[in-house]
């Protein structure tokens, strides 16, 4: 029993197929394991990875992902309903207002739902696709436009039935910490319109 807790007091490193480990646990050779706990939300944990010699290390996941440099949708929102406020014509920049809101990643920014407004959390590509239906429109010329930082996008549409207008755009910019992002619609036409049924998608690249 001395004998047995001595050997166990001073081993350092144990091996596996190796009699001369490097490191607390060496293993040379193949590694199974038969079971292990899951989980939907990879925020919390890390990822395993090794390096050409075998050394295991712990990556946080969200950092393995952004490395990865794989586009992500983050943020949707929609407006499922007419808004009945009108809108004023004769150029007027009208925000488009949104109802629901889903911020899929929480770490890329934030949605200020008073004033319809995402503002970006960290530097790189974004694709924002929007489009937005207007009601009680004239024959006049109708645009949205999309605001990505300092850059700002005019996009037209098409006139549809019952004095109705659609519109859509999709734009990719470069932003960095804390641009912010949203969506208007003005016209030319004298009598005030409003705002139908909207989206607004946003993917986001790491760089």
């Given at each position: ?5 001595t050997?166990?007091s ?20 193949d ?23 075998g050394?295991?290390?712990?990556v946080k ?10 586009p ?19 150029n007027t ?14 770490t890329?920014?934030?949605w ?12 790189g ?5 929007a ?40 734009y ?36």
């Open positions: 029993m001395l004998m047995l807790e050997s166990i001073f081993a350092q490193n144990t091996g596996i197929g190796t009699i001369s480990p490097t490191a607390k646990l060496d293993v040379n050779g590694l199974r394991v038969r079971s292990a706990s899951s989980t939907t939300d990879a925020t919390l944990y890390n990822t395993l990875l090794s390096d050409d010699s050394n295991v290390m712990n996941t969200t950092d393995f992902v952004d490395a990865l440099k794989i992500t949708t983050i943020f949707n929102a929609q407006q499922n309903t007419d808004v009945e406020t009108p809108l004023l014509g004769l920049f009208n925000k488009t207002v949104f109802g629901t809101v889903n911020l899929i990643k929480t890329a920014g934030t200020n739902a008073t004033t319809n407004v995402f503002t970006v959390a960290k530097k590509i974004y694709q924002i696709v489009g937005c239906l207007l009601n009680e429109v004239e024959v006049a010329n109708y645009v949205m436009h999309i605001i990505a930082g300092s850059s700002l996008l005019t996009v037209g549409g098409i006139a549809l039935t019952g004095n109705k207008y659609a519109t859509n755009g999709n990719v910019m470069l932003l960095n910490a804390n641009d912010t992002i949203y969506t208007y619609t003005n016209t030319g036409a004298i009598t005030p319109y409003s705002q139908g049924k909207a989206f607004l998608y946003i993917t986001f690249t790491p760089l």
